[in-house]
């Protein structure tokens, strides 16, 4: 089967239609070819982050006016440099054409990132069911193209969105010099699965149907720099509530011996939207790791003394002869 090979990545962000395409190992000019994908807002995260500087590979759907499965959730992948796909499609005028496409995590060439559940019709993108996992933290990236080929054959271009959010936690150390060691921190019953639609209005999420307890990796809290956990991916919710996390915090006194404590807190409602990243703050003070603490001292005003005797406002000190 012969591939078309597509325009490169020039290794730095470059919007969508902006760099040249080169068709490679056929003559066939009349098929339909894509051009170099463009993510919005690429951050940077401690997830497997979709940006527009590593797109390895995205998936694509599309319709014409007389085939409703003209792409049926097929691979474009990144290889030698160029753009590919394997299943050559032809161009056509006036039919109608309509693309959308998704990447799952597509930091890597040689990883599976293909999703079931994927339809497109009526300028609708539609994941069903999108789980995210606490052992695989992806981007998913999704994409309507607004290329137009009714009357010429332009690569077809796509500029991704987010559509998860990220939550992290900062944690303050409030407790002096010493360093505060966090071990099993855990993000309780996260809302992990959804059915997520894309179309003119934007990305849109529905009910969520399952929850999944999230952890990350033992992390430290100095005087100097806070804590802060792993990133989590996460469905987007409008009206989200109690919200737990727990974690054991532990401070080493300078003898050696540990006071050690198990800490939660409840995050009564939140709100999460596509393609925002969510930073909760704390600090661990010394009441919450029972430790004998002191308030701030309280100092007085200087006041005048007044003299009980109205005649002699003043004290008077006699004087003596000094030998």
């Not at 006194?253 to 393609?275: C, F, M, R, V």
Request: with cysteine; proline share 3%.
């Amino acid at each position: 089967m012969k591939k078309v090979l597509l325009a490169a990545l020039a290794g730095v962000v470059v919007l969508a239609g902006c760099a040249k395409t080169e068709v490679v190992e056929t003559s066939d000019s009349a098929s339909i070819r894509f051009d170099n994908a463009f993510v919005g807002n690429p951050t940077k995260a401690t997830v497997n982050q979709v940006a527009t500087d590593q797109f390895d590979n995205f998936y694509v759907l599309a319709y014409t006016t007389d085939n409703a499965n003209f792409f049926s959730n097929e691979k474009v992948y990144l290889k030698n440099g160029v753009y590919v796909y394997d299943d050559l499609k032809q161009w056509k005028q006036n039919a109608g054409y309509a693309f959308a496409a998704y990447s799952n995590g597509g930091y890597n060439a040689a990883t599976d990132g293909v999703l079931t559940g994927v339809t497109f019709a009526s300028d609708e993108l539609q994941i069903a069911d999108y789980t995210v996992k606490n052992d695989d933290k992806r981007d998913l990236v999704v994409s309507i193209s607004d290329t137009d080929l009714e009357t010429t054959n332009e690569p077809v271009a796509f500029t991704f969105d987010h559509a998860l959010a990220m939550i992290k936690f900062t944690l303050n150390n409030g407790v002096g010099d010493n360093d505060i060691q966090i071990t099993g921190f855990t993000v309780k019953q996260v809302p992990n699965t959804a059915t997520m639609t894309l179309n003119a209005e934007g990305i849109k999420w529905g009910a969520t149907s399952a929850n999944t307890d999230f952890t990350s990796a033992d992390f430290t809290s100095t005087q100097e720099t806070a804590g802060e956990s792993d990133e989590f991916v996460v469905i987007p919710v409008t009206d989200g509530v109690n919200l737990e996390i727990a974690f054991t915090a532990t401070v080493t006194k300078t003898d050696g011996t540990q006071i050690t404590n198990d800490l939660k807190s409840t995050i009564a409602t939140y709100t999460w939207q596509p393609g925002y990243r969510y930073n909760y703050v704390a600090t661990i003070t010394g009441t919450d790791l029972e430790v004998i603490e002191f308030a701030a001292p309280v100092v007085t005003t200087w006041e005048d003394f007044t003299n009980p005797n109205a005649g002699n406002p003043d004290p008077e000190i006699p004087l003596e002869d000094a030998q």
